[in-house]
């Protein structure tokens, strides 16, 4: 990778490098993309997995359950008009 783009990364994120830094990302980017040509060399045979675990859906089934009357659902409060509960103004 080339001085010019670590200097573009950099100002795309707003980070002030000075030349050091630029030679020294530079030098590690460029040994990131060399370890990524590794990974893209590895021969693949079976289809890749999506997933690697196999995950089980843990949630449990919907059940419709009665809920409050008006009457329960007000019973603990004072702040109430016109079957809304009321809060503070903002």
Do not use: W, Y
Request: charged share 40%.
């Amino acid at each position: 990778m080339g001085d010019l783009s670590i200097e573009k990364i950099a100002k795309l994120a707003r980070i002030d490098l000075n030349e050091a830094e630029i030679k020294m990302f530079s030098k590690d980017l460029e040994e990131v993309k060399i370890m990524f040509d590794e990974i893209d060399k590895i021969e693949i045979k079976d289809e890749p997995c999506f997933q690697p675990v196999e995950v089980k859906n843990m949630m449990r089934g919907d059940k419709v359950e009665e809920g409050f009357s008006l009457e329960e659902a007000f019973s603990n409060t004072e702040h109430k008009e016109d079957n809304f509960f009321k809060g503070p103004k903002v």
